[in-house]
């Protein structure tokens, strides 16, 4: 239930503050929203299975990336709608490091291109998504890196929107052209604080779990964040400590076959994936493997904004 508690807080959190403000909400952050609901409807989905059956398995593999497939499609797909008054859609066709780079998936026609475009968007949300779900392991753990990374899209969604190329009064030829930035800093905002307040009974021992609800949805928003901020391949850093325990998985798999198909033998790099169950069987204190998380999350996050920033400055 606590992936339903972050995603009721987080929405509540945002349409207050769009009605206290008198505002409508803004296309940009709706998708956020939808991105969080549709993952947060699989992950529902698999935690009920679990419950219902009484055991740890909820959907199956293949059944989990259809729900995301289905819903990272649709989100492709409406992205690329809603012009405002300039054109400017909540995402765009191009590849995107620290804006838009020269890689344009449409250059090879509308029909290639969108199939291209909807595989690009699946990719990133798929791996978003279980990234966070895989950290999800320990007690504080993913909710406090989400907190870090979500956290940066308000720092560089409140950047953007002083340096638009619509307000931008310094640095002109680095303005971002980027639709409704401030909204994805408030919907930002929302969801930080929706995952400090569940934070608060999530740390060790847990109260309250979020499960795959809230961890497909954390991961659904920080690839829409991403993908509607024009920051795509920033989000691997930005999301660093997901990166990390999502490689210690593959390599583990990757590793055990190899040498399984080599030797007949299946050998192991880490004691056991993800990583940071490798250090509990190493004998390390849950806080202390959950803080140390936290830290190189820090880290990853602070190097991300900086580049970010740093790139505003001179250029990359």
């Not at 191009?94 to 250059?107: K, Q, V, W």
Request: overall charge neutral; glycine content about 12%.
């Amino acid at each position: 239930m606590g992936g339903v508690v972050i995603l009721g807080s987080a929405i509540t959190a945002y349409f207050v503050a769009k009605l206290i403000n008198e505002e409508s909400p803004s296309p940009s952050a709706l998708l956020v929203i939808f991105m969080m609901l549709g993952l947060g409807a699989v992950g529902f989905i698999d935690d009920f299975l679990k419950v219902r059956n009484q055991r740890s398995l909820g959907l199956g593999g293949w059944a989990k990336i259809i729900g995301q497939g289905a819903v990272a499609i649709t989100f492709a797909v409406l992205a690329l709608q809603f012009p405002d008054a300039e054109g400017l859609t909540p995402a765009s066709t191009h590849i995107s490091l620290f804006r838009d780079l020269p890689i344009d998936l449409f250059f090879w026609g509308s029909t290639i291109g969108m199939i291209l475009f909807v595989g690009w968007i699946f990719l990133l949300v798929a791996s978003s998504s279980n990234g966070v779900n895989i950290a999800d392991g320990l007690d504080g753990l993913a909710t406090g890196a989400a907190v870090l990374a979500i956290g940066a899209y308000v720092v560089i969604g409140f950047w953007q929107f002083n340096q638009s190329c619509r307000t931008a009064v310094e640095n002109i030829s680095a303005c971002y052209e980027v639709r409704d930035p401030l909204d994805l800093a408030v919907i930002s905002a929302a969801i930080v604080g929706a995952c400090l307040g569940f934070l608060w009974w999530n740390t060790s021992p847990a109260q309250l779990i979020m499960g795959d609800t809230g961890s497909q949805a954390l991961g659904g928003a920080l690839a829409a964040l991403a993908i509607l901020s024009r920051t795509e391949l920033l989000l691997i850093l930005i999301g660093g400590i997901f990166v990390i325990v999502t490689a210690s998985v593959v390599l583990q798999r990757g590793y055990f076959k190899f040498t399984k198909w080599r030797t007949g033998v299946g050998k192991r790099i880490f004691r056991m994936s993800p990583l940071h169950h490798h250090f509990e069987l190493k004998g390390w204190a849950e806080i202390t493997i959950v803080v140390r998380f936290w830290i190189i999350s820090a880290l990853c996050v602070a190097a991300g904004v900086g580049l970010f920033y740093f790139e505003w400055i001179y250029g990359l």
